[in-house]
């Protein structure tokens, strides 16, 4: 049963002492790279994308070098990531209208940046607040509706609508980093299978207090 969070202030708080500058784990050096290697971290861990693309990011260095990859290759270079094939097919294609309309670079707009084959909000949010520093929205992944939940920020269950209530309740100014942080907070201690619940810094300040979830 959703039990919502009275103390969002405190909490907010609380992560900023715990996590007070977490970084994207997505190694990469452009926007570019960066939107690469978002759309490999679907159903995949962000170690295992950075172990993939220092041999991709070598071998393709622009958006045209993504655009005219052969499927074959573009596939083998990222097959560990899992549905190797729907990735590449995204990355050919977001590379090609990165080309054809965007001048082969990676818009900073949200509405330009969702046109793009393979992106949607998420990736959207992360290439804006990480490669940009411009908070349109909040990156909900799987830590973020997990603990999103489990701290009574929001009773949705749909990326979208936790968003929407994440961006209520949130200051802007917090947007970016506070994806960051939960996400840090959620591989290190909120796991999805047994949280360390009793260790967990935030304990008092969750409404489950420490209760099974
Ligand atoms: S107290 Fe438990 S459920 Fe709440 S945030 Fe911490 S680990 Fe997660």
Redesign the pocket.
């Known amino acids: 049963m959703f039990k919502k969070n009275a103390s969002v202030p405190a909490l907010l708080k609380k992560l900023h002492a715990e996590y007070p500058s977490p970084e994207c784990a997505l190694v990469h050096e452009s926007p570019l790279q960066l939107v690469v290697a978002t759309i490999l971290s679907a159903q995949c861990t962000d170690e295992r994308v950075n172990k993939v693309t220092p041999a991709l990011f070598k071998r393709y260095k622009t958006a045209k070098d993504f655009a005219e990859s052969r499927p074959v290759e573009l596939e083998s270079l990222i097959r560990s990531t899992g549905f190797y094939h729907n990735k590449a097919k995204s990355i050919r294609g977001m590379a090609k209208l990165l080309v054809e309309k965007f001048g082969g670079h990676v818009p900073q707009l949200m509405s330009e940046l969702l046109e793009l084959p393979g992106v949607a909000r998420k990736t959207a949010n992360v290439v804006l607040g990480v490669a940009y520093k411009k908070a349109e929205g909040v990156v909900v992944d799987t830590h973020v509706m997990r ?1 999103s939940n ?2 009574g920020l929001t009773g949705e269950t749909t990326p979208e609508k936790i968003e929407k209530d994440l961006m209520k309740i949130i200051p802007r100014e917090d947007w970016i980093w506070f994806s960051h942080a939960i996400i840090h ?1 959620g591989r290190r ?2 796991k999805a299978r047994n ?3 009793p260790d ?1 810094p ?2 008092k300040l ?1 409404p ?3 209760v099974a ?1």
């Open positions: 603990l489990r701290l907070h201690v909120c949280p360390a619940c967990c935030l304990l969750c489950r207090n420490g979830v």
